[in-house]
Nanobody, 126 residues
Framework: QVQLVESGGGLVQAGGSLRLSCAGS????????MGWFRQAPGKERDFVAA????????YYADSVKGRFTISRDNAKNTVYLQMNSLKPEDTAVYYC???????????????????WGQGTQVTVSS
């Protein structure tokens, strides 16, 4: 089992940048593929990005492609989400998630992930 704690959220103006971090507990962190999801008020929790256990494969939602970058440092048990050129529509609670299975075709589905963090708020002002 792994416990996840997100940090790095906050208030930023449109066009600005933030870097989210997700720290995982346990020696097996490197065995998990990881994902970031986000949930805006009154909306579903949507896929943002995913990364394989090695970091060799990454996937992005179309809405963030070219602006966000997911990465991981297994020595630090941490996965990151670098967010650039932020827009007001990026405002949401951001969650990181870990999955036991590799990133198959369901990498963008919530049900594919086994463990979730508590989330961190990102607010982008116009």
């Amino acid at each position: 089992q792994v416990q996840l704690v997100e940090s790095g959220g906050g208030l930023v103006q449109a066009g600005g940048s933030l870097r989210l971090s997700c720290a995982g507990s346990g020696r097996t962190f490197r065995n998990y593929a990881m994902g970031w999801f986000r949930q805006a008020p009154g909306k579903e929790r949507d896929f943002v990005a995913a990364i394989s256990w090695s970091g060799g494969s990454t996937y992005y939602a179309d809405s963030v492609k070219g602006r966000f970058t997911i990465s991981r440092d297994n020595a630090k048990n941490t996965v990151y989400l670098q967010m650039n050129s932020l827009k007001p529509e990026d405002t949401a609670v951001y969650y990181c998630a870990a999955r036991v299975r590799p990133l198959y075709s369901d990498y963008d589905q919530r049900f594919g992930y086994n463990y979730w963090g508590q989330g961190t708020q990102v607010t982008v002002s116009s």
